[in-house]
């Protein structure tokens, strides 16, 4: 059963987003700092971070936090850029023993 609604609970919620969004503000200026001082592999790892950090609560109370990460990309961006790049490309860029290599059927190989 829902409680009532008091101002100060009204107060407190505009506080807290309050807080997100001056949060999530700074976080977007670290970002441009980063990509125009060239680090731009920095600024898209950590830009990734931050979308998997909301990922969740987009598509709450899905409980499949690779799937919220993954349909966040291409649901929230201009030009479609990471909808076009497969979900292992990432991990075996960063070279995580969890995931073998891509194998290549004998047709492709060379």
């Given at each position: ?15 807290f987003m309050a807080a ?91």
């Open positions: 059963m829902p409680y009532p609604r008091t101002q100060e609970d009204v107060d407190a919620k505009s506080r997100f969004f001056d949060d999530t503000c700074a976080r977007v200026e670290f970002l441009t700092e980063l990509h125009s001082s060239g680090r731009d592999t920095d600024a898209l790892t950590l830009c990734l971070t931050y979308i998997g950090s909301f990922a969740p609560s987009l598509f709450w109370p899905r409980r499949e936090s690779g799937r919220n990460f993954l349909d966040a990309l291409p649901g929230h961006e201009e030009t479609p850029y990471f909808g076009l790049i497969h979900p292992l490309q990432p991990i075996r860029s960063f070279g995580s023993p969890a995931v073998p290599p891509a194998r290549l059927r004998p047709e492709q190989r060379s």
